[in-house]
């Protein structure tokens, strides 16, 4: 085995065996919900419920952290948010392939939310999906360019992808973050 194969970059604690940081997702989802109030019928009680969503997923309750974002969906099945938080619920869950369908829809009605790209990055690198892990951090890191996580991750995948060289450069790319 090469120095290059056994080379493994720092996790950080991401990686496809790890989900993200309950603190990270949680933080995020609260601040996008304060910062986009809803302005639909029902508004009040679909907030309601992905706050206590939100409030059970702290708790590290996932099952009634998924109850809630479900009845949340059920007042508007469109609600970004309301599908993220349903996506990470489920992850929690191990209902992995469940949760990529609520991380897509969440990602098709608001593609502008870079934490849905790298969630979705880290369980498909997960399920060991590497192009798709690769896809999406790739357009993580184009949004984010700043963040050391996205490279370290894309990275990663591109080593679990046997791209070494490319793998390398770009973790070189993440030092300098």
């Given at each position: 085995m090469?120095?290059?194969?056994?080379?493994e970059?720092?996790?950080?604690?991401?990686g496809?065996?790890d989900?993200?940081?309950?603190?990270r997702?949680?933080?995020?989802?609260?601040?996008k919900?304060?910062a986009a109030?809803?302005?639909?019928?029902?508004s009040?009680k679909?907030?309601?419920?992905?706050?206590?969503a939100?409030?059970?997923?702290?708790?590290?309750?996932?099952?009634l952290?998924?109850e809630?974002?479900?009845?949340?969906?059920?007042?508007?099945?469109?609600?970004s948010?309301?599908?993220?938080?349903?996506?990470v619920?489920?992850?929690?869950l191990?209902e992995?392939?469940?949760?990529i369908q609520?991380?897509?829809?969440?990602?098709?009605?608001?593609?502008?939310?870079h934490?849905?790209?790298?969630?979705?990055?880290?369980?498909a690198?997960r399920?060991?999906?590497?192009?798709?892990?690769?896809?999406?951090?790739?357009?993580?890191v184009?949004?984010?360019?700043?963040?050391?996580e996205?490279?370290?991750?894309?990275?990663?995948?591109?080593?679990d992808?046997?791209k070494?060289?490319?793998s390398?450069?770009?973790?070189?790319?993440?030092?300098?973050?």
């Amino acid at each position: 085995m090469s120095e290059v194969e056994k080379f493994e970059p720092p996790q950080h604690g991401h990686g496809p065996q790890d989900l993200p940081p309950p603190s990270r997702a949680l933080e995020h989802l609260k601040a996008k919900l304060a910062a986009a109030p809803i302005a639909k019928a029902g508004s009040r009680k679909l907030e309601k419920l992905l706050r206590k969503a939100l409030e059970s997923f702290k708790a590290e309750n996932y099952a009634l952290c998924v109850e809630h974002a479900l009845a949340a969906l059920d007042l508007d099945s469109e609600h970004s948010q309301a599908n993220h938080v349903m996506a990470v619920g489920l992850e929690r869950l191990g209902e992995l392939h469940k949760s990529i369908q609520f991380y897509e829809r969440a990602l098709a009605r608001d593609p502008s939310d870079h934490e849905i790209y790298f969630n979705l990055g880290l369980l498909a690198w997960r399920l060991k999906m590497h192009e798709q892990a690769e896809r999406l951090f790739r357009i993580y890191v184009g949004k984010e360019p700043n963040k050391a996580e996205g490279y370290n991750n894309l990275g990663g995948v591109l080593r679990d992808e046997g791209k070494f060289d490319s793998s390398i450069e770009i973790l070189r790319g993440a030092i300098y973050r």
